[in-house]
């Protein structure tokens, strides 16, 4: 019997040093303190280990698959930098600290931002540099570029911030979820699928689980935050009410939204059964991020 | 005999019908107008007419390569979007019109830039999903990726940043130039070789070709800034040196700094005799280049 905490703790520790091994290359400069800052600051690396968990359910137990854990936590981490920009969110505090931008100022979290995006691919070319991974590795590209791009991750941030200060329908609301965190957390499954040689129906039931457990994750965001203090969460509570943000409490009422998370979660252990082999890890991972209490 | 301004004319016209193209599967949007402004407000197109005329010298008449021209498009507008805000340069007027941000809004400009360089790597993966070019596409991102990011183009404006309002040696001009301008000038070039099979001495022949070239375009972008009345240069001229930027006029005087760069058109030409094919095209263009007015 695994324990889950402590194997998702080792994960999370080989994550973090991937991820400054793939940024000792670079020349140092302020650009890379921001960087490294940003990147450093307690992410709960969520998309990587959907990644290595989703690949090692599909058998594969290859270590290049870090490569692409890691370019989706690059991605991550430049879009909550430009996000927190005062253009944009003009958020001070971001898991406890002050953001990259009140440490480094904008013009470079601008540049670390898009440092991070151009490291992510530079990131699965070198996965793609290894013999036998070409194809894969472009499949992954092209999954992970429409995910972040105009038609995913981009598209709902620019949704959100024309959301502000107006009442949303739920179909909205479920529209900017979609894409602002939906779309590279199932790209970070279906990737750890691709890598592995998944089959298309188990691909499928991939992207099914992901996008369930995205859609999860991100009430269980909203009520952490509608719920909170800010000593608890590390970041201002009720950001989001005081912005006159939508968001799934404030429609539905805490209650029935987290019926909503639990309804989710109960369908992307559903899509699982789908895979044709066991996911434990896949399981219990949706179990720990809908139950959480920070 | 080829016209060498006709042919650049139709290059031109592909490249921008191409760009187009590849905008036209993103859902319309604020964000896609942004992307779309910048785009069609009138540049140059240096880097994919190197890109095609590279990659034809090498004798690959295949179709496939505008992907790369197009990606190495979407990265330098980017990089222009987001180096005009505010925050960077703060730059009102580019090309003659009101820049990203002054039209669209700061947030707006930073998601468009965002957007290209994404978009920049999803068509590098539809290059890369056509039969046998997953290996060349592999290798061409990871070129692109370094040539854009923090020890390349990321790098060279962060240093610009940091360089504002103090004096700097000509070394420092030239390490700037070369990161700022000149990595992804030569990753164009480059790129267009790895995509015609070029070999490894042709490809060095190219990047010492690109190389020369783009430093002695950097000059001579210096030198119209210098010389050049707003109304001649479609953005407010001296504004470099009312910024106290470094520039190579501002150093060297201009007499020494348009010498200068004639050297390198030279060394430029030379680079060429090692391709052991004729390269009347990239001629050319370094010539248009070097003695342009505007």
Known sequence: MINIDQHLEREKEKI???LEQRLSHLVPSAVTDAMRYSLEAGGKRLRPILTLAAARTLG???DSVIDVACALEFIHTYSLIHDDLP???DSEIRRGKPTCHCVYGDALAILAGDGLLTLAFETLANYGSRD???SRAIRIIAEISKSAGVNGMIGGQALDLGAEGRELSLTEIEQISLLKTGALLKASVVCGGIAANATQPQLKALACYASCLGNAFQIIDDLLDYEST?????KPAGADQ???KANYPALLGPEKARARAEALYSES???LDNLDCPAADLKEIAKILVYRKK
Not at 230 to 234: A, D, F, Q, R, V
Request: glycine share 8%; with cysteine; charged share 35%.
């Open 16 to 18: 973090n040093r991937a």
């Open 60 to 62: 594969s137990e290859d």
């Open 87 to 89: 253009a944009m969110d």
């Open 132 to 134: 036998g991974c070409e």
């Open 230 to 234: 800010t000593e608890e969460l590390g």
């Open 242 to 244: 005081v912005r006159l």
């Open 269 to 271: 252990l559903a899509a």
